[in-house]
């Protein structure tokens, strides 16, 4: 549905505070939002010390802006963080003390984390990535501005005390961490933070660094009638403003790739860009536009569909390069089962913003589902040619092969996602599964010997299903001895008498079709 917010947290990259997060809007702060929408004249944009707009870049994920600061003259700055992780998280001093080697020697390729799954884990992502910039000596201080709507100091500062410690800081000093009415201050890792809203944030004579990460939006995003988006970026300009920030660099993070922003909610990248890199050209309020995009927004909330695919189509009348437009028309026209248009609209999106491309995956995903297999053939085909080296897609289409019988397409798809790194026994399990029902015993045996490589020996069910699986690949290769002694191996494995009894029973019919071409067993 329209209004559905997919996230998919990635906790592996992102620690976040559920006693913020969790956070409801009450009535005050919705007046808040709304009297910020009525008085967008009062937006006037940020400036740095020199009295221009500030230097802005944009990355899909925050730690992809480390080796752009570490490649500028080294300046120490103080930073402030607008989002829903403060990315101080350490790692163990051996990892640490790799990565600030491989820093200096600029080997960005094997520290840095991607913006599409891959087979390993980078030591730098979006958890850390302020720690090694302050261990580079880029950071003077971080100013942490979490999405909280009322003072973060009114939450009970042992769940930061918890919080800071989860992420690596020493019992001293989660116990020196203090409070005031509006703020936490204190170290973690030994990187000086402070906590608070934008509105309470301290009174800055230098220039800073303002990196914001639209998580910030999103977790504040609760639907278009009690917290517009609109509304909210509104309060977002409002405050920033009213701080008196001198913003030397503006960076932004979309924070889409892997879901932890919902890819409907890209579109606020394009607001944050205009906002930083042309003051004064919201005084007079949003364009139009971004107004028919909230309504088109606020229709969806109620399902109403052909009313809000009429204001998207007016806003594209109005700004026919607006990727967020075009996307949040793709997903209309999905809903309303328009195929034709819903190509038209995706295809757009993405040729004018790449960081859409995910959702050609999920269009095929969804089309899978629908049983509409031609349909998620090309949004699948589609990802692949975007984006080779994201094995989503690649997964999409073994399931699309694998329900049509496409049995060989299916174990070339699986082939893709190993081919790219990806080695689990799950996988190979299931590749050798389609080798063997596409008739290629050979590949199949070879598969599950791969497959039986990744499972643990205390992963007792999956050794035993590809124990049996391996045990028959081996019968239609007529490979009557290994197969014979793979079902004894399994039967090691199996945790109940029926697995065993139903191995045994297979044996047993094989040695009997078998028997008169089997060497006899030496006395």
Same mark, same amino acid.
Request: charged share 25%; proline share 5%.
């Given at each position: 549905?329209?209004?559905?917010?997919?996230?998919?947290?990635?906790?592996?990259?992102?620690?976040?505070?559920?006693?913020?997060?969790?956070?409801?809007?009450?009535?005050?702060?919705?007046?808040?939002?709304?009297?910020?929408?009525?008085?967008?004249?009062?937006?006037?944009?940020?400036?740095?010390?020199?009295?221009?707009?500030?230097?802005?870049?944009?990355?899909?994920?925050?730690?992809?802006?480390?080796?752009?600061?570490?490649?500028?003259?080294?300046?120490?700055?103080?930073?402030?963080?607008?989002?829903?992780?403060?990315?101080?998280?350490?790692?163990?001093?051996?990892?640490?003390?790799?990565?600030?080697?491989?820093?200096?020697?600029?080997?960005?390729?094997?520290?840095?984390?991607?913006?599409?799954?891959?087979?390993?884990?980078?030591?730098?992502?979006?958890?850390?990535?302020?720690?090694?910039?302050?261990?580079?000596?880029?950071?003077?201080?971080?100013?942490?501005?979490?999405?909280?709507?009322?003072?973060?100091?009114?939450?009970?500062?042992?769940?930061?005390?918890?919080?800071?410690?989860?992420?690596?800081?020493?019992?001293?000093?989660?116990?020196?961490?203090?409070?005031?009415?509006?703020?936490?201050?204190?170290?973690?890792?030994?990187?000086?933070?402070?906590?608070?809203?934008?509105?309470?944030?301290?009174?800055?004579?230098?220039?800073?660094?303002?990196?914001?990460?639209?998580?910030?939006?999103?977790?504040?995003?609760?639907?278009?009638?009690?917290?517009?988006?609109?509304?909210?970026?509104?309060?977002?300009?409002?405050?920033?403003?009213?701080?008196?920030?001198?913003?030397?660099?503006?960076?932004?993070?979309?924070?889409?790739?892997?879901?932890?922003?919902?890819?409907?909610?890209?579109?606020?990248?394009?607001?944050?860009?205009?906002?930083?890199?042309?003051?004064?050209?919201?005084?007079?309020?949003?364009?139009?536009?971004?107004?028919?995009?909230?309504?088109?927004?606020?229709?969806?909330?109620?399902?109403?569909?052909?009313?809000?695919?009429?204001?998207?189509?007016?806003?594209?009348?109005?700004?026919?390069?607006?990727?967020?437009?075009?996307?949040?028309?793709?997903?209309?026209?999905?809903?309303?089962?328009?195929?034709?248009?819903?190509?038209?609209?995706?295809?757009?999106?993405?040729?004018?913003?790449?960081?859409?491309?995910?959702?050609?995956?999920?269009?095929?995903?969804?089309?899978?589902?629908?049983?509409?297999?031609?349909?998620?053939?090309?949004?699948?085909?589609?990802?692949?040619?975007?984006?080779?080296?994201?094995?989503?897609?690649?997964?999409?289409?073994?399931?699309?092969?694998?329900?049509?019988?496409?049995?060989?397409?299916?174990?070339?798809?699986?082939?893709?996602?190993?081919?790219?790194?990806?080695?689990?026994?799950?996988?190979?399990?299931? #590749? @050798?599964?389609? /080798?063997?029902?596409?008739?290629?015993?050979?590949? %199949?045996?070879?598969? &599950?010997? +791969? !497959? *039986? =490589?990744?499972?643990?020996?205390?992963?007792?069910?999956?050794?035993?299903?590809?124990?049996?699986? #391996? @045990?028959?690949? /081996?019968?239609?290769?007529?490979?009557?001895?290994? %197969?014979?002694?793979? &079902?004894? +191996? !399994? *039967? =090691?494995?199996?945790?109940?008498?029926?697995?065993?009894?139903?191995?045994?029973?297979?044996?047993?019919?094989?040695?009997?079709?078998?028997?008169?071409?089997?060497?006899?067993? %030496?006395?």
């Amino acid at each position: 549905m329209l209004t559905t917010k997919h996230r998919r947290d990635n906790v592996s990259h992102m620690r976040k505070i559920p006693f913020l997060i969790a956070l409801s809007f009450t009535l005050a702060a919705f007046i808040h939002v709304t009297t910020c929408c009525a008085s967008a004249d009062t937006i006037k944009g940020v400036t740095n010390a020199a009295s221009g707009p500030p230097k802005l870049v944009m990355v899909e994920q925050a730690h992809e802006l480390l080796p752009q600061w570490y490649s500028s003259p080294p300046v120490k700055r103080a930073f402030v963080v607008v989002g829903s992780t403060f990315g101080l998280e350490k790692a163990k001093d051996s990892v640490v003390e790799y990565t600030l080697k491989g820093m200096e020697k600029g080997y960005w390729d094997s520290l840095m984390a991607r913006d599409y799954p891959t087979p390993q884990e980078y030591p730098v992502n979006s958890a850390n990535y302020m720690y090694y910039a302050f261990r580079a000596g880029l950071v003077k201080e971080i100013y942490w501005v979490p999405p909280s709507v009322g003072p973060v100091a009114d939450e009970d500062i042992e769940n930061f005390r918890g919080f800071i410690k989860a992420v690596g800081a020493s019992d001293e000093e989660a116990s020196r961490l203090t409070k005031d009415k509006v703020s936490f201050s204190g170290t973690v890792n030994g990187v000086p933070v402070h906590i608070c809203r934008l509105k309470d944030l301290p009174k800055l004579e230098d220039e800073v660094t303002l990196v914001v990460d639209l998580s910030f939006f999103s977790e504040l995003h609760q639907d278009e009638v009690k917290t517009p988006m609109l509304g909210i970026f509104q309060a977002f300009a409002r405050d920033i403003e009213a701080s008196g920030l001198k913003v030397y660099e503006a960076d932004v993070a979309y924070s889409t790739a892997q879901g932890t922003v919902p890819l409907g909610e890209r579109f606020v990248g394009e607001y944050l860009k205009v906002y930083f890199t042309a003051p004064g050209s919201l005084s007079e309020g949003p364009p139009e536009a971004w107004n028919l995009m909230a309504q088109s927004m606020y229709n969806d909330t109620f399902y109403q569909l052909e009313e809000s695919a009429e204001y998207l189509d007016k806003g594209l009348r109005v700004d026919p390069k607006n990727a967020g437009l075009w996307y949040a028309m793709s997903v209309n026209q999905r809903s309303l089962t328009n195929l034709t248009y819903l190509k038209e609209a995706l295809d757009k999106a993405v040729s004018l913003d790449k960081g859409y491309y995910t959702a050609y995956t999920s269009a095929g995903e969804y089309f899978i589902g629908e049983k509409v297999p031609d349909a998620s053939q090309y949004f699948l085909q589609k990802a692949v040619e975007a984006n080779p080296k994201d094995p989503g897609p690649y997964k999409a289409l073994y399931t699309l092969h694998y329900a049509a019988t496409n049995y060989r397409q299916a174990a070339e798809s699986l082939q893709k996602v190993i081919d790219l790194g990806f080695k689990e026994g799950e996988l190979y399990a299931l #590749l @050798a599964d389609s /080798y063997q029902r596409a008739g290629e015993a050979k590949k %199949a045996i070879d598969a &599950y010997h +791969e !497959a *039986i =490589k990744g499972f643990p020996e205390v992963d007792r069910a999956a050794r035993f299903t590809t124990l049996v699986g #391996l @045990a028959m690949a /081996y019968s239609k290769d007529k490979q009557v001895e290994n %197969a014979l002694k793979t &079902y004894d +191996e !399994a *039967i =090691k494995y199996a945790d109940n008498d029926d697995d065993a009894n139903k191995v045994m029973e297979n044996a047993r019919k094989l040695k009997a079709t078998w028997a008169p071409f089997l060497a006899p067993k %030496a006395p």
